[in-house]
């Protein structure tokens, strides 16, 4: 029964009952903005209350960006990608802080996917001075005197990015990178690929903590490497932890590894 009403929310209450710790998780979906995350004002209540707030990374987004920006550039872009498509993409990217040259295919392939959500599934608006929901809550807990924890460096993102995927060549990448192109650039309807962020708006989830993860190293190796943290955490502090949300799914995923260390975890059910 615990989990009965685990579709209708994004936030979880995780309790070390012999130690007295009261903890929070939030599972989030990076390209919403500042004005998704103050509707809910029970996420800054919570983020407040917190000794510790912890996220996968804390290096500034102007950090990852100029990793990207210090690499030698290729023109691999430029003669992997069909002409009208490189063209499209140089409209796209004009006023992007990464080099489109120095980007990796599947890098590129995410970033535009980001794009998708963030002008398709309209997941950012003109009032958004935020547009990443990670890096919103670490502004407000710095701002808040709290304390701040990254679970993993950026650069390691990167890297697992492209451990994931096999570190795919352009060719393999080509015709989503094309696909994605295109459809940013159209008036088309796509309301179709928003599923997620629509559903994630309208907290109507499904965390399918009975069934298996895939074997990957994106979730279910970094959850791993986390869970050798986290407890101890939780066991002292009272804590904030905001993580992309299919790190909360399945059996692999946080939730149901807590609860298996043997904490409380339970709902909390937000309104906006």
Request: net charge positive; proline share 2%.
């Amino acid at each position: 029964m615990q989990f009965s009403m685990s579709q209708n929310t994004i936030l979880w209450r995780v309790t070390d009952t012999v130690n007295h710790k009261t903890s929070t998780i939030v599972g989030t979906f990076h390209q919403f903005g500042n004005t998704f995350v103050d509707s809910i004002p029970k996420i800054r209540e919570l983020l407040y209350k917190s000794d510790l707030a912890i996220f996968e990374s804390v290096c500034k987004t102007e950090h990852t960006q100029a990793l990207i920006n210090k690499r030698k550039a290729s023109n691999k872009v430029e003669r992997k990608l069909k002409k009208k498509d490189f063209a499209k993409l140089q409209v796209l990217s004009k006023n992007w802080k990464v080099d489109i040259y120095k980007l990796r295919p599947i890098e590129l392939k995410w970033k535009l996917q980001q794009e998708f959500q963030r002008i398709k599934c309209n997941t950012n608006n003109s009032l958004d001075t935020w547009t990443h929901f990670d890096n919103y809550l670490e502004h407000l807990a710095r701002e808040n005197n709290i304390k701040v924890l990254g679970l993993e460096t950026d650069s390691l993102q990167l890297e697992l990015i492209n451990i994931q995927y096999n570190s795919p060549k352009w060719k393999d990448e080509r015709k989503d990178i094309s696909s994605l192109i295109n459809m940013l650039l159209s008036n088309d309807d796509y309301s179709e690929y928003c599923k997620m962020a629509n559903e994630y708006r309208n907290f109507g989830l499904a965390y399918d903590f009975e069934e298996p993860c895939d074997n990957d190293v994106l979730i279910q190796g970094r959850n791993e490497k986390w869970l050798q943290v986290l407890p101890n955490l939780f066991r002292t502090n009272n804590c904030f932890l905001a993580v992309g949300l299919f790190h909360l799914k399945n059996t692999c995923g946080l939730l149901e590894q807590l609860k298996s260390k043997g904490f409380l975890v339970e709902p909390i059910i937000v309104r906006r």
